[in-house]
């Protein structure tokens, strides 16, 4: 009988359907899990289930029977992998179950800050466009993705779902990879882009990769995509470059906090025409949700059936 707690339940809705697991266990669900719960909710369990809650090193060694740690995401950053590999404890997590639905809210973001949507919403509610008189009301500037340049950082499956759908506009894209990060040749690279859309995971080396330095390369026409981790981009930063006009807009749908503070720099910015903030949802379709669980049950049965799948090195 193996012990299997989620910690963080309701991250998923509830009408997702939730498969079984294949092997004798004992599981229990829970919407969410403050700190001072954590210890007593993990100390017996063989498996424990986290979309964010952290778990340490000191967390870690409260529990242990713990065999399995599941991740129902990509990114490893809430976890102490080091501690887990010392210790013989396996991690796995999600792999390529978001591509199609974040590479589309990408695009979305996009259209809506080059279409100027928002901007020109705006206008007609104040009744801008009678007070022109004109069929068409011209209040902002509007561009075409067609010969556009895509900077895309990160070369896994979401970037490169988002340079297919970006060639199907007609844009030229290049790629940056952070892997061996070499800032001068982040520089020259950002430099060239006309919109920057970020795909990498969050580490010790991509912690803060665009900041104030960086939006200085970049036109003051570009925008910036966020839909990786909201620690990539130094988020004052980004608000002073709206502000002052350093860059044209940005998309975000991440904070480095989540969910953030009431007086998180962003919402000095929420009613900018040419800033969109979403709630951390551009991977959170119908279809990619019901894939998440999916990929989580299959990833907890094949450990214990003896076939290791998308664990973590």
């Known amino acids: ?17 939730f498969p079984k ?3 004798k266990n004992k599981f229990k669900g829970y919407d969410f899990t403050e700190r001072s719960q954590l210890i007593s909710r993990i100390r017996k369990a063989h498996v424990i289930i986290t979309n ?31 501690y887990c590999k010392k210790n013989n404890i396996f991690v796995c997590n999600l792999r390529e179950y978001a591509s199609t639905a974040v590479a589309e809210h990408v695009f979305a973001l996009i259209l809506n800050l080059t279409k100027k ?7 007609i509610k104040k009744y801008i466009w009678q007070e022109r008189k004109v069929f068409a009301l011209l209040s902002h500037e509007i561009f075409e993705l067609k010969g556009k340049t895509l900077g895309i950082i990160g070369k896994g499956s979401i970037g490169k779902k988002v340079a297919k759908i970006a060639k199907a506009f007609e844009m030229n894209v290049l790629c940056h990879s952070v892997r061996k990060n070499n800032h001068n040749k982040l520089s020259g ?3 060239k882009l006309d919109i920057l859309s970020i795909h990498c995971p969050l580490t010790k080396s ?50 480095t906090k989540e969910p953030p503070n009431k007086n998180h720099p962003y ?34 049965n094949s450990f214990y059936s003896g076939k290791l799948k998308n664990i973590v090195k």
């Open 1 to 17: 009988m193996k012990n299997i707690v989620f910690l963080d339940k309701s991250t998923f809705p509830k009408k997702v359907n």
């Open 21 to 23: 697991f294949k092997f």
């Open 52 to 82: 964010k809650i952290k778990l340490s090193g000191k967390d870690l060694s409260k529990a242990p029977n713990l065999e399995l740690i599941a991740i129902t995401a990509t990114g490893t950053n809430i976890i102490d992998l080091e």
């Open 117 to 123: 949507i928002k901007g020109l919403e705006k206008d």
């Open 189 to 191: 690279f950002l430099k």
């Open 206 to 255: 991509t912690n803060n990769l665009i900041n104030s330095k960086e939006l200085n390369l970049l036109k003051k026409t570009a925008i910036i995509i966020n839909t990786a981790r909201g620690g990539i981009v130094n988020e004052d930063d980004l608000v002073k470059a709206i502000k002052n006009g350093t860059i044209s807009g940005a998309g975000i749908d991440v904070t």
């Open 267 to 300: 919402y000095s910015i929420l009613k900018h025409p040419n800033f969109i903030w979403t709630p951390h949802t551009a991977w959170a379709s119908n279809e990619t949700l019901q894939e998440a669980i999916n990929q989580l049950i299959d990833n907890v």
